[in-house]
């Protein structure tokens, strides 16, 4: 009777072993693929950065109008009213603070302003690995970079990860979501269930085991 129970548990706890080993990762939705990425994802508005190419449209003052790179200062120099702060500004904030002044000199102004060319997302996009890997690192994001892309950068695992308990840190815009990563199983077993395509700005964070 006692092998009996014995052999009882045994199974009981085989089954809940396996169980576990079959419970599926938390993963993105498919919908999150690259092709979908920008710093949209990352920010409710973008603020503008220094290097930031900008167009100016003054409507029906064309001789007021330009196009150039905000300066490293964080300013752009304008006809008529010299340096304007563009850094941390929105386009349109900083199209209404030119009207602002403008309007000194020019009766009723009408001002766009279009970026042309983002240098200053450089920085909110770079995809960030952190914990038991060979070198924590910052890397700047690639369209159709993988987490395993990104590992590699690192240096990979050291050996005190626990790398299938790897975590995918992501900001979206219903707030911040963690992705289970079965890091061991892609590397050792050739598993790629769980290596997701990155997005801009995303953490991953590899743990180290318990002993």
């Known amino acids: 009777m006692k092998n009996y129970y014995k052999a009882c548990c045994v199974a009981i706890l085989l089954a809940v072993i396996a169980g576990c080993a079959n419970t599926k990762p938390n993963l993105p939705p498919a919908a999150s ?12 508005s973008y ?3 220094v290097s930031d190419q900008i167009d100016i449209n003054v409507w029906k003052n064309p001789e007021l109008s330009l196009s150039e790179p905000i300066r490293p200062d964080g300013k752009i120099s304008m006809p008529l009213i010299g340096d ?3 850094v941390g500004l929105t386009p349109e904030e900083l199209a209404a603070k030119i009207e602002a002044k403008l309007a000194s000199y020019v009766k009723a102004p009408n001002v ?3 970026l042309t060319s983002l240098q200053g997302h450089a920085f909110l996009s770079r995809i960030r690995v952190t914990g038991s ?3 924590n690192i910052s890397m700047p994001y690639h369209q159709g970079m993988t987490v395993l892309d990104a590992i590699l950068e690192a240096g990979s695992v050291d050996l005190y990860a626990d790398a299938n308990n790897t975590k ?3 900001r979206t815009k219903k707030g911040s979501a963690a992705y289970d990563i079965r890091l061991k199983d892609i590397m050792e077993e050739g598993d790629m269930t ?9 953490i991953i964070s590899v743990p180290e085991r318990s002993f």
């Open 33 to 44: 693929a690259w092709k979908n990425a920008g710093p949209s994802v990352l920010v409710k």
């Open 84 to 86: 304007v702060r563009a």
């Open 194 to 202: 769980t290596n997701v395509t990155l997005m801009p700005g995303d």
């Open 168 to 170: 995918l840190h992501r």
């Open 112 to 114: 766009t302003v279009i």
């Open 47 to 49: 603020k503008m950065a």
């Open 133 to 135: 890997v060979t070198q």
